[in-house]
């Protein structure tokens, strides 16, 4: 899996708050159903349009005359509009529109436009309400024309991929695909791209900024003028006074900066509010989010950050405050849970000092007659003297003052999940749950955020005393912590421990708390439970056999990390330990399925996880379990036609699980073509690699048509460790002296470069920056499988054995080590998580396999009736492999029934 795509585990911790959607009597709560399409209806039917369409599908509704624009690609325009607006811009714009007989879609529904304009949303892309396609040239410009005299006025943010067609319009326009050239990317991803005037497909670039290709002439005339010419770039200053130094992120909102106040010399924090985004159906937007946490800082003056300034420039609202130096208490507990390696988590006195100042900074918060609404770890910072500040008091209000509710997920009191959109601030009673998750958190290093319970389920206080109880056993911190954690997070407001009465606990030593591990019974449920699911959930006649993340959704839904393959992969060995007759059954039509679609790719990659690589081995198995042998040769012609030689060498994507896959043929057939291929593949990897004074690379060249293009990575799925797997394989079977050479040149390379760290208890980790390029001193080590710890493992165990060095195995026990002190912290999926991991372990014969199936089953979460183990988002359950339920099922069947690693060749030879 690509990175930029993975769930990192240390972003979870610093979630910032995202809106809640429930509750009655609220005027934001019928949004969804605001009959925009009816607007829509209404002007076809005023100007007797009655051949043409309208229908919703998903996020838009589209509108069209029954001759379709057949363009593949020009000058789109675009009209945004805030949740406020939209209706009158709709009826406006829809009223040109189809005067003009121009195809256009928009948001379906107030609530879908309320999404596009919140602060969170795609960058580039948020505002985009309408989207109109022109004709042609002509077309477009007089269209530009007419829009934009016709929501003159009207607000609506800026749309930042696009350029405005006048300062301050709502109409923008950009170059960009039509119907677009389907192109299945080298990545393995579906995308629509535009065509370059030689006829090569090209991305589609959606940049926060106004980028059209270079041969794209923009047709100026009418309201569209020549652009001007490019000024140079110069120090950006803001309100004559704030020299902006660095961004430190950017968002849709706007951006937050770290600056010098010229005036007094001082570094301060200038955080950024655009118009007309985060806009609210009361017409407020985040410029007024933005003055009101100024308010905040001033009324919790002392306790955070000082307000330097507030001021308007260019219509967007900045605000300056003083620099809080030092780490999120989320960033500081994830780093240090290292000292949980074996099960004892924070030392108790620090655990209880940093209770009682946490449950102080809040008295100290409700003293001042203001609720916090988000007293979460990612809002408390720990500066390095040692002082608890609170940050981006940005939904703290008075209690009862009317406001826009917002939660973090797993921080969130339920009263605060379920309320109306808007509606008057809560008592304190929410934070007083938001402190015993924070508590939680600060004991046990797990993020609290659970996938929801149908009604009458586990309550998120029973799912919190679950996971105290699992971690209690040596966890002295937890054992102590637990009763105020249960105190503070019950269900009835009425009844939740008080500031008081949490104090006082806290002074005196706390009682303890047994601890229950994870019995068999439950890893035996979990895994007969999922599997029901997997077969009750698969969609036969869907595009997908089961629905993924938005990413994965893009993707080859017959390929191992996001599609078919990898889950055919776990029915089949489920079936082969089982011999059940419906999974039996789930396996022929998995593979019906994918067999009906082998070829259904407009070109085959090589990859194992995101190629067709993956999809064959996955077919061939199988048709071995079900003993047909026609579906064993479609697997094997697809194998045959697959690419061995690729300019990405990797697993995941290039040319490396090529060569797995074909290993995988070879040791299964016999047929010595595959042989061929195994060596085809070796020497072409060998050729790719590239020596530095920091050991030898796999890289993926700069001029490839890929979002991966120039990376050097260390890991298993896109760098050294699962180049130099293969090749170790390949000469394991080939008995070629250099493959042998070159895999263990991989296994230096990895040794040189690997962090180590010493605990306490006298174990010692290994860690290894993702990529070669990243800074050495860099302390965000990954520990998974695809960019981590796990991976790289899962490499130098076989190495060792291969070759009896043991250097190499000995830093694969330190890899397990860094594997094992984040179970607590970790999702549970195969890619970037516990499932990974634990096959790692179990790779080598470590019982702490065992302690990471308990960390799995505390997350469990009940779907109709049967106990399954959500994605690696923790909020939501999807099938897919690399990402999901799937993954997660094949470690649990591994640790209960044993079998060979996923997607590696190894066993007896047929």
């Known amino acids: 899996m690509r990175e930029s795509d993975a769930m990192i585990d240390r972003n979870s911790l610093v979630r910032r708050s995202q809106l809640s959607a429930a509750g009655t009597g609220d005027p934001a709560a019928g949004l969804g159903s605001f009959p925009l399409r009816t607007l829509a209806e209404l002007v076809l039917a005023e100007q007797g349009r009655g051949d043409w369409s309208v229908s919703a599908a998903g996020f838009w509704c589209r509108v069209g005359p029954p001759a379709r624009t057949a363009r593949v690609q020009g000058w789109k325009l675009h009209v945004s509009a805030t949740p406020l607006s939209a209706a009158l811009v709709l009826h406006r714009a829809a009223t040109v529109l189809v005067e003009a007989g121009c195809e256009f879609k928009f948001a379906a529904d107030l609530g879908k436009v309320e999404e596009l304009t919140s602060s969170r949303y795609h960058r ?60 299945l990317t080298n990545d393995g991803v579906h995308e629509a791209r535009i065509e370059a005037p030689d006829g090569t497909p090209v991305p589609d670039a959606r940049s926060p900024w106004f980028t059209p290709p270079a041969w794209a002439e923009i047709p100026v005339g009418g309201v569209i003028t020549p652009p001007p010419p490019p000024r140079p770039r110069a120090p950006v200053v803001l309100n004559d006074r704030f020299l902006v130094r660095e961004a430190i992120r950017h968002a849709a909102r706007g951006g937050v900066y770290r600056a010098l106040d010229q005036r007094t010399g001082s570094e301060v924090i200038i955080k950024q509010a655009r118009a007309h985004i985060g806009a609210l159906i009361t017409g407020q937007d985040a410029r007024d989010a933005l003055r009101r946490e100024a308010r905040m800082l001033r009324e919790l003056k002392g306790l955070g950050p000082e307000v330097v300034d507030v001021f308007e420039q260019d219509e967007h609202v900045f605000l300056a405050e003083t620099a809080v130096n030092g780490q999120s208490l989320g960033q500081w507990v994830y780093a240090t849970f290292g000292r949980d390696g074996d099960g004892r988590g924070l030392e108790l006195s620090r655990a209880l000092d940093l209770a009682r100042r946490l449950t102080a900074l809040l008295a100290e918060v409700h003293a001042r007659d203001v609720v916090y609404r988000d007293f979460t770890p990612g809002n408390v910072m720990l500066t390095p003297a040692g002082e608890l500040k609170l940050i981006d008091p940005e939904i703290a209000a008075r209690p009862g003052e009317w406001t826009y509710l917002a939660y973090t997920p797993g921080y969130a009191a339920p009263e605060a999940v379920t309320a109306p959109k808007h509606g008057p601030a809560p008592d304190m009673a929410v934070d007083l749950y938001s402190l015993g998750t924070v508590l939680f958190y600060l004991a046990t290093g797990v993020d609290p955020a659970f996938p929801d319970e149908p009604r009458g389920g586990r309550s998120h206080g029973e799912r919190l005393a679950e996971v105290m109880r699992a971690v209690g056993g040596r966890n002295e911190s937890a054992r102590a912590l637990a009763p105020v954690v249960l105190g503070l997070t019950t269900t009835d407001p009425g009844e939740r421990w008080s500031l008081e009465r949490t104090a006082m606990y806290l002074v005196d030593m706390p009682q303890h708390l047994s601890t229950v591990d994870l019995p068999e019974c439950k890893a035996d449920r979990l895994l007969e439970d999922g599997l029901a699911h997997i077969l009750r959930t698969m969609d036969n006649a869907g595009e997908r056999l089961w629905p993924s993340n938005d990413f994965g959704e893009q993707t080859d839904p017959c390929n191992v990390q996001h599609g078919a393959a990898g889950v055919l992969g ?26 009906e679609r082998r070829d259904a790719v407009s070109q085959l990659l090589p990859g194992l996880h995101f190629g067709r690589s993956g999809t064959a081995w996955a077919l061939l198995d199988a048709a071995r379990h079900l003993d047909d042998g026609t579906l064993a040769e479609h697997a094997v012609e697809l194998a045959l036609r697959l690419p061995v030689r690729w300019p ?106 690997a962090v180590r760290q010493e605990w306490e208890d006298g174990s010692t980790s290994a ?10 001193n860099d302390t965000d080590m990954r520990y998974h ?126």
Not at 734 to 742: K, M, P, V, W
Not at 832 to 844: E, I, K, M, R, T
Not at 853 to 879: F, N, S, W
């Open 570 to 595: 776990v029915l089949t060995r489920a079936s082969e330990v089982f011999g059940t007759p419906a999974l039996r059954d789930g396996v022929a039509k998995v593979a019906a399925w994918i067999d």
């Open 124 to 183: 580039a892309q948020a505002g985009k309400f309408i989207t109109a396609y022109p004709a042609d040239d002509d077309h477009f410009r007089d269209l530009a024309q007419r829009l934009d005299a016709a929501t003159a006025g009207l607000p609506g943010p800026r749309i930042l991929s696009d350029r405005p067609v006048r300062a301050g319009s709502v109409v923008h326009y950009r170059y960009g695909a039509f119907t677009g050239v389907p192109t």
């Open 648 to 753: 990405n060498p990797d697993v995941c994507h290039g040319a490396a699980g090529s060569g797995l896959a074909q290993l995988h043929f070879w040791r299964s057939t016999g047929r010595t073509e595959f042989l061929e291929r195994v060596v085809d593949c070796a020497d072409g990897v060998l050729g790719a690699s590239v020596s530095t004074d920091e050991g030898v690379f796999w890289p993926v060249p700069r001029d490839f048509d890929s979002n991966l293009a120039g990376i050097r990575h260390y890991g298993f799925g896109h760098g050294v460790a699962g180049v130099g797997a293969f090749l170790l394989a390949a000469a394991e079977e080939t008995g070629r002296e250099d493959y042998l050479t070159a895999a263990r040149a991989a296994g230096d390379t990895l040794l040189v470069s």
């Open 785 to 910: 499988w695809c960019s981590g710890s796990s991976g790289v493992g899962t490499f130098l165990l076989r190495l060792g054995r291969a070759t009896g060095i043991a250097e190499y195995h000995c830093l694969a026990e330190e890899a397990a080590v860094a594997v094992r002190r984040s179970r607590w912290s970790a999702s549970t999926v195969a890619c970037h998580g516990l499932a990974g991991n634990g096959d790692f372990l179990l790779d080598l014969g470590s019982e702490w396999a065992q302690e990471l199936a308990t960390c799995m089953a505390v997350r469990a979460t009940e779907r109709d009736g049967l106990l399954v183990l959500p994605d690696e988002t923790r909020l939501t359950v999807t099938v897919d492999y690399g990402t999901g339920l799937a993954g997660a099922l094949g470690f649990l069947l591994r640790l209960r029934h044993g079998g060979p690693r996923w997607w590696m060749p190894e066993g007896e030879r047929s």
């Open 767 to 776: 860690y290894w920056r993702t990529d070669q390029r990243i800074a050495e």
